[in-house]
């Protein structure tokens, strides 16, 4: 089992940053791929970022491409979203999920284990 806090969510004005982070604890040794989704009210939980064990494959969404960057600290199983640049359709809960598997990394039914999720809401 794989337990996930994420925390750094809050309130910004548009253009403004926030990272997020995401502490793991338990088996942290099965985990391969770190992965960040995001829902929005009454929307579906689309992914947003993802990056594997030691960071040789990243992948961002379309739509954070060139504002949000995503890494990692395997000594601190700890993975972390930058994001800057942000704009009002940003606002979302954003989830940080783990994968034994890093195949498909932007699939969310191949992630595992899911945080609570933490809200990050962008004022215009």
């Known amino acids: 089992q794989v337990t996930l806090v994420e925390s750094g969510g809050g309130l910004v004005q548009a253009g403004g940053s926030l990272r997020l982070s995401c502490a793991a604890s338990?088996?942290?040794?099965?985990?391969?791929?770190m992965g960040w989704f995001r829902q929005a009210p009454g929307k579906e939980r689309e992914f947003v970022a993802a990056?594997?064990?030691?960071?040789?494959?990243?992948y961002y969404a379309d739509s954070v491409k060139g504002r949000f960057t995503v890494s990692r600290d395997n000594t601190k199983n700890t993975v972390y979203l930058q994001m800057n640049s942000l704009k009002p359709e940003d606002t979302a809960v954003y989830y940080c999920?783990?994968?034994?598997?890093?195949?498909?990394?932007?699939?969310?039914?191949?992630?595992?284990?899911w945080g609570q999720g933490t809200q990050v809401t962008v004022s215009s």
């Open positions: 338990g088996r942290t040794l099965t985990v391969n791929a």
């Open positions: 990056i594997s064990r030691f960071g040789g494959r990243i």
């Open positions: 999920a783990a994968d034994p598997t890093a195949q498909s990394m932007d699939v969310r039914e191949q992630y595992d284990y």
